[in-house]
């Protein structure tokens, strides 16, 4: 753990079912963790029961693994250079299904490089552009694992020409994609994969076998005595080979295969079929001259388990994998270097800073922690983070920052001081206590769940800014609504709900109306997280109502009038208007894309979006919690309305958080101050004049400006044969959804579906698509973008005015809507 230089920080990352869980188990047998005859079917670090049951990976786990290289294979390590030749390996193992990506982003910020799965006959998938996305927009370096293999071999059969154009197909992709969200001067160098440089792995997680083509070209470079960096550049491409004449050419001539089928893929299929065949002299044969023997115990299975043996023996999996974890993967000590700046929100130059940059075990601690694990101790978690500077020791006071805490304000909100007790080495399931924890690692703390909710960051230096706050690639949009069946469990439900809050990256827990809601990414989120609630958490019988979808309110046009309030002392007149904001702004205010900097943003939103430039500069406030998608803007002339003018933002924030239609969130709002009269003594202008008079202001302005709602939208991807196409898309047609792209790929009889489906009408969806398709396709959903949805709230009968009335109804309000001149004054 002090070898700086000899840790990899790393996480698999993969659409679901493209086989991390499996890879990953070699990884461990290869460390010793779990036996070699486990492999590929225990999935260990599936440690949850839901997760076995399922067959499915719920949480990231994390493991460090030790290893004992070869020193034949570290010589190729360049500029990093090595300390020795034992290396840590600080593996997080995490989910691939949609609902449970925050996993995904909270193991993507300890971690420096990502193994990324793909699975050669289904290719790149919806989560895996996902995934590939959030770790390239963190800073961590890819390398790629082809997994199943053995597929194209024994269920598609495809001759080897075939497969390395299957192959080079999923790299092609793979590569469009980092070239679509990295720069080609990338501050992680060359980026790129390719088979040739060796970050490339084929193979089968499930019977364990894998290989790079360095281990190819090592076996041709003692036989032919040619460089193995040579071999390694004609293995892959556009290079034949001819065995009569023995010459290499850079076109097909009569009698040349391609080099990569002739070395690689016929050797590999020649000896999977004989092993498969149970003929164990052939298969003997051509191991021995391959330089490998097999036991007299190996000799005496049959079956897959005799193939399994043989691809072990000659092709061990883990081989390739840490091949390409080791060399092409950086250390902490290299990546610190480029990612602090986009991690550190504090000045580059601070004394945190340059520790973080150069890794330094002698400077102020700095530790972010992005999860909660549950540990043995009922209602205690251990706080699992990175250490990117100084180290942590027995009895060590620190500062403890939430993600609300500021270095500037006179206010220390959010900031606890503590003395830690001990550290802990995530081991899967397990954890094992550790003396002292050194920079560069992946470690797990206890007693810091007292002081942090799901994420903050850890420091000795007084002046320490936070770490980046966690942006997560999905939104809880599917509520439940939860209570106790027994009225004496209830401080047990309210106990069990706030260790859920804690140990969910995503979920949020609100009270509405009396009732305690719980928000999560889907449908199957939803149900994992309330059995845990039920079984884990809280460990009372509860009930659930039906999941209901969140939904915002909007404006469709300008204000028909100007709105005029006065306050309840009648000595201040506040004017406003609302009108919708432009095409795309929500969007770029949700993800934390515009500039806080006022010149900057007043010269972008003028030039993309046409504000006017005056307008722009006298933004006053976002909402809901001053960073939502709705702005207040000051469009006054000649008024000095400074001093009202936190008061004036409480007001919008109220009504933004809680519109008129149904006190749901508003989005996409824009509302103009358009004059004021304000009284000369501040006596009679208090927050509790202008208050109720600005949420006046805003809920008429936003009720004569054509108030509608938005619902949100999944993006479908489903994968099935190319008869059952018919069926999908009238199951997608029939719930308000829409096909917008088929995808046939190349060499494959399944074509992709992409499409957009309403949440509100997601509920049942999979089941009902596997009835109708007698289980051929199943689809992956994930909220995509907010709509429109058809019809007037305040047309009686509408589709909209039915929502809204469910939504009243089920929050205890009155059924009839406020109307504009019921909250407005006249002059």
Not at 33 to 57: H, N, P
Not at 375 to 386: D, I, L, M, P, T
Request: aromatic share 6%.
């Amino acid at each position: 753990m002090r070898r700086r230089r000899n840790i990899r920080n790393i996480a698999v990352i993969a659409h679901v079912d493209h086989g991390k869980t499996t890879l990953t188990d070699s990884l461990l047998a290869r460390a010793g963790v779990i036996a070699t005859s486990q492999a590929g079917t225990k999935r260990a670090t599936d440690t949850l029961k839901a997760e076995q049951e399922k067959g499915i990976t719920i949480k990231s786990t994390a493991i460090s693994l030790y290893y004992n290289m070869d020193p034949k294979d570290i010589q190729h390590l360049g500029d990093d250079g090595y300390d020795g030749t034992g290396f840590l390996i600080n593996l997080v193992d995490s989910p691939g299904h949609v609902d449970f990506s925050p996993e995904v982003t909270a193991a993507l910020r300890l971690v420096d490089g990502a193994m990324v799965v793909v699975d050669c006959v289904s290719g790149v998938s919806v989560q895996t552009e996902t995934v590939l996305r959030q770790a390239l927009c963190e800073n961590i370096k890819p390398v790629l694992m082809m997994n199943k293999l053995d597929r194209t071999i024994f269920e598609k059969a495809l001759t080897p020409e075939e497969i390395y154009c299957t192959l080079r197909s999923v790299i092609e992709n793979v590569n469009a994609l980092i070239g679509i969200y990295c720069d080609a001067e990338s501050i992680m160098g060359d980026v790129m994969i390719d088979p040739s440089k060796g970050n490339v792995a084929f193979g089968s997680g499930l019977h364990g076998w894998g290989f790079n083509l360095r281990q190819f070209a090592r076996l041709y470079s003692s036989k032919f005595g040619i460089k193995e960096e040579k071999i390694m550049r004609r293995l892959w491409g556009n290079n034949f080979y001819s065995p009569e004449t023995r010459q290499w050419t850079k076109q097909m001539v009569d009698g040349s295969t391609r080099g990569f089928n002739f070395f690689v893929l016929e050797p590999l299929v020649k000896i999977l079929q004989a092993s498969s065949d149970n003929d164990k002299a052939l298969t003997q044969t051509l191991l021995k001259k391959l330089g490998f023997h097999l036991t007299a115990a190996d000799l005496q299975l049959q079956g897959k388990d005799f193939m399994r043996t043989v691809m072990k023996t000659w092709l061990p999996a883990a081989d390739a994998m840490l091949d390409m974890i080791v060399l092409h993967l950086p250390s902490p000590l290299t990546a610190q270097a480029y990612r602090t700046e986009s991690l550190y929100e504090g000045p580059l130059d601070d004394e945190a800073s340059l520790a973080m940059k150069s890794c330094n075990p002698e400077g102020p601690l700095m530790m972010y922690i992005a999860k909660m694990v549950p540990s043995h101790e009922k209602g205690r978690f251990y706080a699992v983070g990175r250490i990117f500077s100084g180290n942590i020791t027995h009895g060590q006071k620190v500062q403890i920052m939430g993600p609300n805490y500021s270095p500037g304000s006179a206010k220390k909100s959010d900031l606890y001081f503590h003395t830690l007790s001990r550290a802990v080495m995530m081991m899967g399931g397990s954890v094992q206590p550790i003396d002292e924890a050194v920079c560069g690692n992946i470690v797990g703390l206890t007693g810091v769940d007292k002081f942090l909710q799901k994420s903050g960051t850890i420091s000795t230096f007084s002046h320490a800014h936070n770490l980046k706050v966690l942006k997560f690639s999905v939104s809880p949009v599917v509520r439940v609504a939860v209570n106790v069946i027994h009225a004496q469990d209830l401080v047990k439900l309210v106990e069990g709900l706030r260790r859920l809050n804690k140990a969910e990256p995503l979920v949020q827990i609100s009270s509405e109306s009396g009732q305690h809601v719980v928000a999560g990414a889907g449908e199957l989120h939803l149900e994992i997280i309330l059995k845990d609630l039920e079984e884990t958490y809280a460990g009372v019988p509860i009930m659930k109502s039906d999941p209901v979808v969140k939904y915002c309110e909007t404006v469709t046009s300008d204000s028909d009038s100007v709105c005029l309030t006065k306050s309840s002392n009648k000595l201040n007149r506040i004017f406003m208007s609302a009108s919708p904001l432009p095409q795309g702004l929500s969007e770029e205010i949700d993800k934390g894309e515009l500039t806080q900097d006022l010149k900057e943003r007043a010269r972008y939103l003028a030039d993309t979006y046409n504000f006017d430039i005056n307008h722009a500069r006298k933004i006053w406030c976002f909402g809901p919690n001053t960073s939502g998608p709705n702005i207040l803007v000051d469009v006054t002339q000649g008024i000095n309305t400074s001093d009202i003018k936190d008061a004036v933002c409480a007001g919008f924030q109220w009504v933004s958080d809680e519109g008129p239609l149904c006190e749901e969130s508003m989005r996409g709002v824009r509302l103009n101050l358009r004059d004021a009269v304000i009284h000369s003594d501040p006596a009679h202008r208090g927050g509790s004049q202008i208050i109720p008079a600005t949420r006046r202001a805003v809920l008429g302005s936003v009720l004569t400006a054509s108030p509608a709602l938005v619902e949100p939208v999944y993006l479908v991807e489903t994968q099935c044969p190319v008869a059952v196409m018919g069926s999908v898309m009238s199951v997608i047609s029939r719930r308000r959804g829409c096909v917008v792209e088929e995808i046939y790929p190349p060499g494959s009889p399944l074509c992709t579906l992409k499409g957009y489906l309403p949440v509100n009408e997601a509920f049942g969806f999979p089941t009902e698509l596997m009835s109708e398709t007698s289980g051929q396709a199943f689809p992956q959903c994930s909220f995509d973008h907010w709509q429109l949805l058809p019809g007037d709230p305040l047309t009686p009968r509408s589709k909209a005015a039915e929502i809204v009335a469910t939504i009243r109804q089920r929050k205890g309000l009155p059924l009839s809507i406020q109307t504009a001149e019921s909250l407005l004054d006249k002059l």
